[in-house]
């Protein structure tokens, strides 16, 4: 599979290399994801179905269509659909009764530490490994005080956090574990899927994300009786009827998301071996460019390459500013997730936690990195595009 539909002319967008003239800009430009879809036709007699039957959301037929069709896709035993991943995340702690104090990651989408918020938790932000950008364990031990509760921990790019060595951690100090896995969709480790860890798992079918609903989230749950909760707090706590046993939220997934997510499932596998396409092209490109550094492949993971980090070191001529400037002028349009670290929003900088001499890993990470363009339908010229840019700054 070799798109070109997002750029109609690659091989004006950009300079050769060597040329000191300014690159030059078509109108079309690349961003860091481009939503894939299904043809619009395939969804129209679901639509249909809808229409006639009037059942628009409450766990309707797609509704639980989907849910089982993940659960087998992904290899889990029981799966809650959300209406979005934040909603999800903020439900998985609500479910689990967490409160005080969690241990969290700064470097991440603002939303894991929102959904703290949400519930009334005050976060502790520990430092990540230079390596794997996932939260330390062993800065995660540290962290640890009388009203921690629980560790939040992400699976960073998609990438599996050290999931034994947390394990071993919330095992000692009696605490549960929630894992913000929103971009870890389809990621499997040498024993199965990531989403098996921790004592709940949260998806993100964010439009942005290896597999969209649009909109969209999930709760991943080791069983039977913690499903039927979760399932009643995102209906905002109805047991029954006439019963409400919880301030629950609205959290439902509807079933226009849900129909589109059953025509999205079967096109994730190719969706992914593209990606992986796109991941070995940069990788080759970049190897040996002075100063840019891309993350290791995982070991022993199956992994849905989500994102395509790089970090831009002392060595590279220009900041990492002044590249993804330089970029974006040629229409290449990265983002420096994740900058600034959530630790530095207003509303989280005044933990103590939060202060920079307490993460210097993820403080200098959130200064170094771009995510390149990376998704199904960017084509190999657009990345070579991109990689000559980055080579001859
Ligand atoms: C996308 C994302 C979220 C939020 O998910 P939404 O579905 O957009 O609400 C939370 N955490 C991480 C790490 C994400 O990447």
Redesign the pocket.
């Known amino acids: 599979m070799r798109p070109s539909r997002n750029l109609r002319d690659n091989t004006s967008l950009v300079a050769p290399i060597g040329s000191n003239k300014n690159t030059t800009v078509n109108d079309s430009r690349t961003y860091v994801t481009r939503p894939d879809l299904p043809p619009l036709e395939d969804f129209l007699p679901l639509l249909r179905q809808i229409w006639e039957s009037r059942t628009l959301t409450n766990g309707g037929p797609f509704h639980r269509q989907l849910e089982a069709a993940l659960c087998e896709y992904l290899g889990v035993r029981h799966l809650s659909l959300f209406a979005?991943?934040?909603?999800?995340?903020i439900t998985a702690l609500q479910a689990l009764g967490i409160r005080g104090e969690v241990v969290t990651t700064p470097y991440?989408?603002v939303?894991?530490a929102h959904a703290l918020l949400w519930n009334g938790i005050r976060p502790v932000f520990a430092d990540i490994d230079a390596e794997s950008l996932n939260l330390d364990p062993a800065r995660i031990e540290a962290a640890i005080g009388p009203e921690t509760t629980a560790i939040l921990p992400?699976h960073?790019y998609g990438r599996p956090c050290a999931t034994e060595a947390i394990a071993d951690i919330a095992e000692r100090r009696g605490l549960r574990v929630i894992y913000?896995a929103?971009?870890a969709f389809g990621v499997k480790d040498a024993g199965g899927s990531v989403l098996r860890h921790g004592d709940l798992s949260?998806l993100?079918?964010?439009a942005?994300?290896v597999f969209n609903t649009f909109?969209?989230?999930a709760i991943v749950s080791p069983d039977v009786a913690t499903k039927q909760r979760i399932d009643q707090l995102k209906n905002f706590g109805y047991v029954d009827e006439v019963t409400v046993v919880e301030a629950g939220i609205n959290g439902k997934m509807s079933e226009f998301n849900a129909a589109l997510g059953l025509l999205q499932l079967p096109r994730v596998d190719q969706a992914i071996l593209r990606r992986r396409e796109v991941d070995a092209l940069y990788r080759a490109l970049l190897t040996g460019v002075a100063g840019i550094r891309c993350l290791p492949p995982v070991a022993e993971v199956a992994t849905n390459h989500a994102y395509f980090p790089i970090l831009v070191e002392a060595a590279y001529p220009l900041s990492r500013d002044g590249l993804y400037d330089r970029l974006k002028a040629a229409g290449i349009h990265g983002r420096r997730y994740f900058f600034p670290l959530i630790s530095d929003f207003p509303m989280y900088r005044h933990y103590p936690s939060a202060r920079p001499e307490n993460l210097p890993v993820a403080s200098a990470v959130a200064g170094k990195v771009i995510c390149l363009p990376i998704y199904p339908e960017l084509d190999d010229a657009t990345v070579a595009a991109a990689c000559r840019l980055i080579a001859a700054p």
Do not use: P, Y
């Open positions: 979005n991943g934040t909603l999800a995340l991440s989408f939303a894991t992400v960073c913000d929103a971009a949260v993100s079918f964010h942005t994300k909109e969209g989230g």
